[in-house]
């Protein structure tokens, strides 16, 4: 059962454009919610992570959106630039664990 | 700061065999866990350890197991080994608590023949 989904797969973006990643689970019991970049060869980066109790959060060029009545969250990166290329994962963690519950990833390429 | 060290970084064993992985967390970080990545089945959870006990483990089967040291470190272990378990198993520390965040290793990319 596949817990968090995440969509688009894949991803074009001009340069300067934005991307955007939706995300959306089932299990209420999450509790926080990160966002992982993982670049060819590499294991995933903590880039960004938000809570229930706030509605967005922004750091830089990225921002994640949650609503929680809806269970959906997403990433924008904004002004996106070639060396943003790379897969982003959606993830969950419940209270009950310290376990992260993954998207299936989105493989965004961003052309200059 | 030295981060997450996983090694090997590349092992091709044949199938039965048997392959033991590495970890080595971010200093004062107690808390290990495994991922499994592949094309397929995407990030799956395998199981965390916290000072020495498996706090939590995923829905695997037993021929796949793990263990941590008093240092921290921690090894992963399959047994009897199948084509369907290449993959890259990542590892990551935390101190315990997912508000701390995970810091994920390169992996390990496993084949097998």
């Known amino acids: 059962q596949q817990q968090v989904k995440q969509s688009p797969q894949s991803l074009i973006v001009q340069k300067g454009g934005i991307s955007i990643i939706n995300c959306a689970y089932e299990?209420?019991?999450?509790?926080?919610f990160p966002w992982y970049q993982q670049f060819p060869g590499k294991g995933p980066a903590l880039l960004i992570a938000?809570?229930?109790?706030?509605s967005e959060k922004k750091e830089g060029r990225f921002t994640i959106s949650f609503n929680k009545s809806a269970k959906q969250f997403s990433l924008h990166i904004m002004d996106s630039q070639p060396g943003d290329s790379a897969t982003y994962f959606c993830?969950?963690?419940?209270?009950?664990?310290?376990?992260?519950?993954f998207g299936g990833g989105t493989r965004l390429m961003v052309k200059p | 700061k030295a981060g997450v060290t996983q090694t090997p970084r590349y092992l091709i064993k044949t199938r039965g065999q048997q392959v033991t992985l590495s970890c080595s967390p971010i200093?004062?970080?107690?808390?290990v866990s495994w991922y499994q990545q592949t094309p397929g089945q995407g990030l799956q959870f395998l199981f965390e350890?916290?000072?020495?006990?498996?706090?939590n483990k995923g829905n695997f089967p037993g021929r796949f197991s793990g263990r941590q040291f008093s240092n921290s470190r921690s090894e992963m272990n399959v047994s009897t080994l199948e084509l369907g378990d290449s993959a890259l198993y990542l590892c990551?520390?935390?101190?315990?608590?997912?508000?701390?965040?995970?810091?994920f290793g390169s992996g390990t990319r496993l084949t097998v023949v």
């Open positions: 993830a969950a963690v419940g209270s009950a664990g310290n376990m992260l519950t």
């Open positions: 299990n209420t019991a999450f509790d926080y």
């Open positions: 990551a520390s935390s101190r315990g608590s997912p508000a701390y965040g995970y810091t």
């Open positions: 350890y916290f000072s020495e006990t498996q706090r």
């Open positions: 200093s004062g970080h107690r808390s």
């Open positions: 938000i809570r229930p109790d706030v």
